[in-house]
């Protein structure tokens, strides 16, 4: 049978208890490789002085193959260019960009060496599914070592307008990269659209008849795999003991008043503090809300050794503690902001008490908390989703309140009209958004992907 083998940068911990509290990638590959089982190579995410040889581990269906990084390829690979290069020019952030020759080289000497590593034990007929922007020349250097296997490459992040790409000091290299790849998939059609775009002005390619992209020599499938959840796992998780208790707890503390909830990584793309400005606008022009609305921002620890990072994480601090000195009262807090981690099945149970989701990023590849609090919600009493344009994820939902994060006043207007949203409204718009998210879970995700790499396109068998 043919073996499925997904290259990430860190493998998801191996207990299903762990799996259960990871993040947006591990979930999604690790429900990619449940079903048909095959290989999950990667960063162990253990840093040591002489990096030995890959260890493996298996659990049910899945062999791990686990590689350390010593100290240098580690700043240079992950710490440099993975996140200060490529996350912020991504993310349209040049200003927190830093551009250092000596991380880029260590992120391609990183590359070529695990890509050593996994082409060793690669059988021919093994497909390759790589993924995200800390492994974009994965795929060449595996033909570099002569490896002709499907090899196929998903971009969780966005990829950005040309005018923005070209700004990395490395893009015609990185760019060819992701064409040795069979098929390169982003999350939306406006990413897939940016990188054609770019290839034809910059690489000289072309679009074939088929919609293949043809650049040279190489010929490759493009196209947009927006990736989803598990809808009935989350729904499942919601109605858990866990999520109930944790629900009700936080509910004992709210005393009748509103919900509004926020979930993300620390993370400046999450437009965190254009989000407490957004509510602090909401308190000062309605002022009926004060008193009866609650935000709960939740910023799981995230990169928390990149400068911008800890800078990012005084602001927050600081817009949190002005909005609860100068709005709140002794028996009111506006604001809890917390910085730490919940459960997964916790996170669910503050989602379906929530009469507002609000998920306001400033760039998303496709962003995962929203369709999550979609699925937790009880569609008899459904909250609101309020969504930002620049998520992947308002390329695929509908029925959400579709707002520009950066424009804090039409924002706040929105939340205020999401807070006194009328029942119906409410379920018509959960409906739709349920039924938007169930058409592109996590299983279509992998479907779609794994078929597009067997050579097949939709609708062929
Ligand atoms: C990247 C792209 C794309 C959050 N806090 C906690 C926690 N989470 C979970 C969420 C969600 C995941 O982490 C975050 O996924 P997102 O999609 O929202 O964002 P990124 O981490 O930036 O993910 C993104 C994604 O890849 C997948 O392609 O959607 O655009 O940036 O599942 O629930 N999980 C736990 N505790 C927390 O406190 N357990």
């Known amino acids: 049978m043919r073996r499925l083998v997904i290259v990430s940068n860190r493998v998801a911990p191996l207990t299903p208890r762990k799996v259960a509290s990871a993040g947006g990638l591990a979930v999604g590959v690790h429900a990619a490789l449940a079903e048909s089982g095959g290989i999950w190579f990667g960063w162990s995410g253990q840093v040591v002085a002489a990096p030995g040889p890959v260890r493996h581990q298996r659990a049910g269906s899945i062999s791990y193959l686990l590689a350390d990084l010593s100290e240098s390829e580690h700043a240079g690979y992950y710490g440099g260019f993975s996140n200060r290069a490529l996350w912020p020019t991504f993310h349209y952030r040049l200003d927190l960009a830093t551009f250092e020759r000596a991380h880029y080289e260590t992120y391609r000497a990183v590359n070529r060496r695990l890509a050593g590593e996994l082409a060793r034990i690669l059988r021919p007929t093994d497909h390759v599914w790589v993924h995200d922007y800390h492994l974009i020349p994965f795929g060449r250097e595996l033909r570099r070592l002569g490896v002709a296997n499907r090899i196929g490459f998903f971009l969780h992040i966005p990829f950005p307008a ?10 015609r290299s990185l760019a060819e990269d992701l064409c040795a790849y069979d098929v390169t998939g982003f999350q939306t059609a406006s990413h897939t659209r940016q990188f054609v775009d770019y290839a034809i002005e910059e690489l000289g390619g072309e679009l074939a008849p088929n919609g293949d992209l043809v650049v040279g020599e190489r010929r490759l499938t493009v196209g947009a795999f927006p990736i989803g959840i598990d809808v009935e796992d989350v729904q ?19 005393q009748r008043r509103q919900l509004v909830i926020g979930v993300d990584r620390l993370d400046y793309s999450k437009g965190i503090p254009e989000r407490l400005l957004s509510f602090e606008t909401l308190l000062k022009e309605h002022p009926d809300w004060r008193g009866s609305v609650t935000l709960v921002q939740i910023s799981a620890p995230s990169r928390e050794d ?24 002794a028996e009111w807090t506006p604001v809890r902001y917390v910085n730490r981690t919940y459960s997964r099945r916790a996170l669910a149970g503050f989602y379906r008490i929530a009469a507002v989701g609000l998920v306001t ?27 930002s344009r620049f998520a992947g994820a308002a390329e695929v939902l509908e029925g959400a309140v579709i707002v520009n994060p950066y424009d804090t006043d039409k924002t706040a207007t929105a939340l205020h009209h999401a807070l006194a949203m009328p029942i119906e409204e409410r379920r018509e718009r959960h409906a739709r958004l349920l039924s938007s998210q169930r058409a592109h879970d996590v299983h279509n995700w992998r479907d779609r992907f794994l078929r597009a790499l067997a050579g097949l396109r939709d609708g062929q068998d």
Not at 162 to 171: D, G, T
Request: hydrophobic letters at 40%; proline letters at 8%; zero cysteines.
């Open 306 to 329: 990149v400068p911008e990072y800890q800078q990012l994480r005084t602001t927050v601090e600081g817009l949190a503690g002005r909005i609860n000195g100068r709005l709140g009262a």
């Open 361 to 387: 990023p400033l760039r998303d590849g496709m962003n995962l908390v929203a369709g999550e609090y979609v699925a937790a919600q009880d569609p008899e009493r459904p909250g609101v989703l309020v969504l």
């Open 236 to 254: 499942r998780m919601a109605a858990s003991d866990e999520a109930r208790r944790n629900a009700q707890v936080l509910s004992a503390t709210l």
């Open 162 to 171: 040309p005018e923005v790409y070209i700004v990395l000091p490395w893009h």
